[in-house]
C-alpha cells in the first residue's frame, strides 16, 4: 500500500520568502508523485508533476519540486512566495497499479505581508 | 466549456435519510473518482471508476455507493449507514492512465441536520 505524509500542517512565511513544502511518500512500487493547489472552497489545481527523467520539476506560479528516490521524498519549493500563493497544498502519490492517487493531508502556506 | 460539474453545492442529511450528489463531465474522460475532504485529514478516497459500467472501492467506502452507467456521470449516494457523513465531497476525472492530471470539480458541501 502507498501512502503520503507532509509533516507540516501549517507553515506561516512573509511575503517575499523562500518556501519549502515538505512531502513523503512510502509504496513498494514505481510510482508518479504530484502536487496540487487547494483555494478556499474549491477543487484542487495541478502544480507539478513527476513522472520520469529529470529529478527537478518545474510547475507552474514559480513553484518546482525535486524527486529524490534514495529519501522518498518530493518537497515543493518557490523562491519568493505572493500573498496569492495562499492556500492548502497537497502532495499525492499514484501508483502504476491502482490507477488512483493518494493524497497527503496537505499543508495550509499562509504569506503574510 | 469543458469541465465537472458537481450539485448541488451544499446539501443538508436528516438522521436516516440517503442523499445522493451528482457530478458530471464533458471532458470524455474514462476514469472517474470520488473523494472526500475533512479538516487536517487531507482527501480520501471513496471510489472510483476506471470505465463505464465498473468500478472499485477506495480506502474509506463504508456507507457510500456509487454507479456508472454513462461515460459522463458519477453519482455518489451518501447512504444512512453512513454515521459521520458530514465533509466536503469532491469528484475528479483524468484519461485513465494514472500519469495524469485529475481534473476536480468544485466539491459538494454535506452537512448533517
Known amino acids: 500500500a502507498q501512502s503520503v505524509t507532509q509533516l507540516d500542517s501549517q507553515v506561516p512565511v512573509f511575503e517575499e520568502a523562500p518556501v519549502e513544502l515538505r512531502c513523503n511518500y512510502s509504496?513498494?512500487?514505481?510510482?508518479?508523485l504530484f502536487w496540487y493547489v487547494q483555494y478556499p472552497n474549491q477543487g484542487l489545481q495541478l502544480l507539478l508533476k513527476?513522472?520520469?527523467?529529470?529529478?527537478l520539476v518545474k510547475g507552474i506560479n514559480g513553484f518546482e519540486a525535486e524527486f529524490n528516490k534514495s529519501q522518498t521524498s518530493f518537497h515543493l519549493r518557490k523562491p519568493s512566495v505572493h500573498i496569492s500563493d495562499t492556500a492548502e497544498y497537497f502532495c499525492?502519490?499514484?501508483?502504476?497499479?491502482?490507477?488512483?492517487?493518494?493524497f497527503g493531508s496537505g499543508t495550509r502556506l499562509q504569506v503574510q505581508p | 466549456d469543458g469541465g465537472i460539474t458537481q450539485s448541488p453545492k451544499y446539501l443538508f442529511r436528516k438522521e436516516g435519510q440517503n442523499v445522493t450528489l451528482s457530478c458530471e463531465q464533458n471532458l470524455n474522460h474514462d476514469a472517474m473518482y470520488w473523494y472526500r475532504q475533512d479538516p487536517g485529514q487531507g482527501l480520501r478516497l471513496i471510489y472510483y471508476?476506471?470505465?463505464?459500467?465498473?468500478?472499485q472501492k477506495g480506502d474509506i467506502a463504508e456507507g457510500y455507493s456509487v454507479s456508472r452507467e454513462k461515460k459522463e456521470s458519477f453519482p455518489l449516494t451518501v447512504t444512512s449507514a453512513q454515521k459521520n457523513p458530514t465533509a466536503f465531497y469532491l469528484c475528479?476525472?483524468?484519461?485513465?492512465?494514472?500519469?495524469?492530471?485529475?481534473?476536480f470539480g468544485s466539491g459538494t458541501q454535506l452537512s448533517v441536520l
Open positions: 499525492a502519490v499514484s501508483d502504476t497499479g491502482r490507477r488512483a492517487l493518494t
Open positions: 471508476s476506471q470505465i463505464v459500467n465498473d468500478f
Open positions: 513527476y513522472l520520469s527523467g529529470s529529478t
Open positions: 475528479a476525472s483524468s484519461p485513465g492512465q494514472g500519469n495524469e492530471k485529475l481534473f
Open positions: 509504496s513498494s512500487v514505481s510510482v508518479y
